[in-house]
């Protein structure tokens, strides 16, 4: 699993470059997390957004990663400048907490 420290990130959109379905870039300027239903049943962007299809941003917006993502997600975190994506081992409390 993995989210993104927003307050550290430096916008300059590299994570979204290596994965392109795991990262992407908010209206702010800064990176977020996300799950896309072409690796999981629907799609959510945990961007602190309104409605259905968000989540929330930080350490409260956990993503899963798709297992043949994994080795992207950690170049991803190896080369963030702002050394704040971070990655968690599966965690099923939080899954249960989200209703999934
Ligand atoms: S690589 Fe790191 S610092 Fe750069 S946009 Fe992504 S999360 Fe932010």
Known sequence: MVWIDQD???GDGIC????PDVFEGRDDGLWVV???????????VFDAGEGEGHGPEGS??????????IDDVI???EECPGECIMIEPYDERIMSERGV
């Open 8 to 10: 550290l990130c430096t």
């Open 16 to 19: 979204e470059e290596i994965a």
């Open 34 to 44: 996300k799950e896309v239903d072409k690796h999981f049943d629907s799609t959510i």
């Open 60 to 69: 409260r917006g956990v993503a899963r990663v798709p297992d043949s993502l």
């Open 75 to 77: 170049e991803s975190a």
